[in-house]
């Protein structure tokens, strides 16, 4: 942790080398365009059962993208991709129209008593050993026989791909994980899982790898091992050899689809550092219809971002109108494939419409709309949190909260931004296609609530008063990083590069 003179010194820096330091304050002039009505008025669109959940590759998201871009060439924003505001790619959507486990003398129900995660092809029924083995060290290898085996794994607060990957090379031939406490959690995810049932899981095309990987909750592991959980635990800590192995028998039959989907982009171009981009994101995809056809209308998940980046280019349109362009450039990302895992992030950064080199930053904003558990019995509610701002740079934190203190006095709240958050939000929206490319970010972000994905994300539940202050903290942001004379430098390390 630096210092107090540090931090002082720095601080002192960020204003002074604030454009608007002793000048007229045009970023509050731009600020207050940003309107709880206006947002409202898009996300009342966006989140309707007319747009349908905006499932990627659907039809709702296609409507979606064209509401955007109505919005964004009615501010004169341009589109950066040979004039066109989208950036098309494909998807293969991966079903599996036969997926079985059994455990012992237990048959597993799908999407209830265990989800398919891994990935597997496979023409008939495979027979082996359950084998316990917690925690994928080289200790723990060196007590249990893997090879041939399904591996059992505790992966709590652990890099899963990781673990998989361990056990994997060393010759297991499948994996039954945990990776969250508590049976309540596990229910979310399953029931997720149940309502896309059907759809597909989709990806970047890819052959297949024979990684049956299958997901229980931690007490169903205990049963399945006949083993009581903190039994199990120290097990993986100590000595997982002591865990009798079970008998298991799982098959995976995979189909095979294509989508098309796009990015949606507008720009708008800087004026004397107009090679410098920063990027403002969100995702305007959620996860459609449920199996039971339920809409998952997706309010707060991500309908809140993509209002929120609306308005702020509308706001920075507007300056530019009047004469005040930024001196960086600014592209207004939105990307589809979040849902899936990043996807769209992950194609911008493969396929960059401008050097990342030349990318400053990334201000990404993923549900902004409403009050978390943390807070929802606060005397204060007016609260973000804020993940990711001060590890690749110095400065980008502290030009933050500069602008909190200056405008809009919220509670700037940095808990999920610890390298062990068990929840790995950090990991789990479309900044972290930027950061692995080691371009600085800031994660704006409200919590999880009941309605996470759920039919119930709903716009009367939105809390627009909160989200107008929400989304103008991150305006006067962007309108620093985007006018001061010198970018954010990258002087820290990068430890959070693997999902």
Known sequence: ????????????????????????????????????????????????????????GSEGQKLAADYLIDFYKANDLKGPVDGSYLQPFQLSSVSWKEVSLKIGKTKLTLNEDFVFVGDADMKRNKKTDLVFLGLASDENISKVKVEGKMVGLWAIGNNVGQAINKVMDAGAIGALIVTMEGQANFDRMANRYKSLTGKGRMGFDKPTEQKPVFMVSSIKMGELFETPVDVLKEAAKNDPSVIPSQKAVFKVVKQKDYVDTENVMAFLEGTDKKEEVLVISSHYDHIGVSSTGEINNGADDDGSGTVSVMEIAEAFAQAARDGYSPRRSILFLNVTGEEKGLLGSEYYSENPVFPLENTVNNINIDMVGRIDYEYQDAENQDYVYVIGSEMLSSQLKIINEYNNITYTNLILDYRYDAEDDPNRFYYRSDHYNFAKHNIPVIFFFNGVHDDYHRPTDTVDKIEFDLMEKRAKLIFHTAWDLANRENRTPVDGTNNRTDR
Do not use: C, W
Not at 23 to 51: F, M, P, V
């Open 1 to 56: 942790m630096k210092n107090k003179s540090t931090l002082v010194a720095l601080f002192v820096f960020v204003v002074f080398s604030n454009p608007i330091f002793g000048q007229e304050d045009l970023s509050l002039k731009y600020a207050s365009t940003i309107q709880s009505g206006d947002l409202k008025k898009h996300l009342t669109y966006l989140a309707s059962d007319e747009l349908k959940g905006r499932d990627t």
